[in-house]
């Protein structure tokens, strides 16, 4: 493809075709401005899809963005009942594949962003950059590689590679997500020793027990689940149902606290009855004997002892006879593809330099969260936006109903409409809890009113959120 200097670049690219992803589309769309989606995957929300067959917690009253729904609703599209708690699988064929197919050929699948900087300046040049838009690099794979686009892009091939394309935008959402680059087992930060060559027999999310493949590969044998979030309990619980119907099959819950009590999360004070269930069913199991506790385990490396699996702790201890490993403990952000931008990143959440010390969990619990927008997710690089589970960092509480209000506000920046951007427009419920969410999953923040911002007309800011989680790597 060649490109014409003539043509327009883009009014912005979003990357990641997910909730958050194609709520901004949507967003954008409304405003009068043209994005294309970047989706590296065969369709809407594949990272959704991953983990399909777990039940999220919030209703389908918080799971759909205003802007797209009613980009929906000439379509057609029937909305879910609000109250009804989806599967990841169903909120992605219900919702967010009517809602990409509504977005046409702005999405182009099976697009994999590569780099992305400003058009002939590298991240050290400062002469003329923020006059120059973004030069963004992708690959595409598969057959078609998704819709070519009709948004009026310049676009051509790198070096006569027609899989090899470069766009111009004028800026760029990031909303590619973390399900992708989960935390390794190591307490440290870094691969446990023996980890990478031993990833057969590893797994980074919860098991789907009706996949006859994953049954039978614990059914009959001693997992280790290495995590304290929902994520981890969901797993559990999995392995001591399937040991119910096969008393040989053992779990094992490895914890880096001292303690397994915060694990359970709230039981029957939890606001979200589906949420406090699943602590009482695990606290039950843990009860019957059917998952073995480990607290106080810093993983540092895993061994091969014969057919079986080592866990080796920072203190020495030795977790034995394993068969399987899962590791949930967490995900982080992948800046590789951003280096040559100015991101003003937290050097700890990996988060916006401003947005960091509103969700640091060293800090804030998730009903002392403010409500945060464009002015908090901007960069150093003007144009550029982190927003959707990717805005949080390695923080572990984030709900889609946040990264709604996230987009709204970016677009309303991106198309100058800075008052609105400032507003609040987050409806949360009256009442709520927050606690027992650790890594990796995504929990609701009940935010009070940031300092400055202004409520928009029937919005309710300040009041506390009702806390949602749901398997890691989706938005709940």
């Known amino acids: 493809m060649s490109e014409s200097t003539s043509r327009e670049?883009?009014?912005?690219?979003?990357?990641?075709?997910?909730?958050?992803?194609?709520?901004?589309?949507?967003?954008?769309?409304?405003?009068?401005?043209?994005?294309?989606?970047?989706?590296?995957?065969?369709?809407?929300a594949s990272s959704v899809r991953a983990w399909g067959h777990v039940r999220l917690f919030s209703p389908w009253s918080e799971l759909v963005d205003p802007a797209a729904a009613r980009l929906l609703e000439p379509t057609g599209w029937q909305r879910p009942p609000d109250g009804h708690c989806p599967t990841g699988a169903e909120w992605a064929e219900l919702y967010l594949q009517p809602l990409a197919d509504a977005l046409g050929d702005r999405v182009r699948y099976e697009t994999t962003v590569i780099g992305v900087a400003r058009r002939g300046r590298d991240r050290v040049v400062d002469s003329g950059r923020a006059d120059q838009p973004f030069t963004v690099h992708t690959r595409r794979s598969g057959g078609s590689g998704g819709s070519s686009g009709s948004s009026g892009s310049s676009e051509r091939g790198e070096h006569g590679d027609p899989s090899d394309?470069?766009?111009?935008?004028?800026?760029?959402?990031?909303?590619?997500?973390?399900?992708?680059?989960?935390?390794p087992l190591g307490a440290d930060g870094l691969p446990a020793t023996g980890e990478r060559a031993l990833a057969d027999r590893i797994s980074y999310l919860s098991p789907d027990m009706a996949d006859p493949a994953t049954r039978t590969r614990h059914a009959g044998r001693r997992t280790a689940v290495v995590g304290s979030g929902h994520s981890a309990l969901t797993a559990l619980i999995a392995l001591a149902d399937l040991a119910k119907n096969d008393p040989g099959t053992r779990a094992v819950w490895v914890l880096r606290r001292d303690t397994v009590?915060?694990?359970?999360?709230?039981?029957?004070?939890?606001?979200l009855p589906a949420r406090g269930a699943l602590g009482l069913k695990a606290r039950q199991a843990v009860a019957d004997g059917h998952i073995e506790v480990v607290h106080g385990f810093r993983v540092e490396a895993v061994e091969e002892d014969g057919s079986r699996l080592v866990l080796v702790a920072d203190d020495g201890r030795r977790l034995e006879d394993l068969d399987e490993v899962i590791a949930l403990t967490g995900f982080r952000p992948d800046h590789s593809w951003e280096t040559e931008l100015r991101l003003s990143l937290?050097?700890?959440?990996?988060?916006?330099?401003?947005?960091?010390?509103?969700?640091?969990?060293?800090i804030h619990s998730c009903g002392t969260v403010p409500p945060h927008g464009a002015a908090e997710l901007a960069h150093a690089e003007e144009g550029v936006y982190l927003v959707g589970m990717k805005s949080y960092g390695r923080a572990p509480t984030f709900l889609a109903i946040t990264g709604y209000e996230q987009v709204r506000s970016v677009a309303a920046a991106l198309a100058g409409d800075h008052e609105a951007a400032g507003r609040v427009e987050l409806t949360l419920p009256e009442t709520g809890v927050c606690g027992g969410a650790g890594l990796p999953d995504i929990t609701e923040i009940g935010p009070p009113e940031r300092p400055g911002a202004k409520t928009a007309p029937g919005g309710e800011g300040s009041r506390p959120a009702v806390p949602v989680a749901a398997e890691a790597g989706g938005c709940c």
């Open 9 to 44: 670049p883009l009014s912005a690219v979003v990357v990641g075709a997910g909730p958050v992803g194609l709520a901004a589309a949507a967003h954008l769309v409304e405003r009068g401005l043209e994005p294309a989606v970047l989706e590296a995957g065969p369709s809407a």
């Open 165 to 183: 394309t470069v766009l111009t935008t004028r800026a760029i959402v990031d909303a590619s997500g973390t399900f992708t680059t989960p935390n």
């Open 346 to 362: 937290d050097e700890r959440l990996q988060a916006p330099a401003a947005l960091a010390p509103l969700i640091d969990p060293n």
């Open 261 to 271: 009590e915060r694990a359970f999360g709230g039981g029957e004070n939890d606001q």
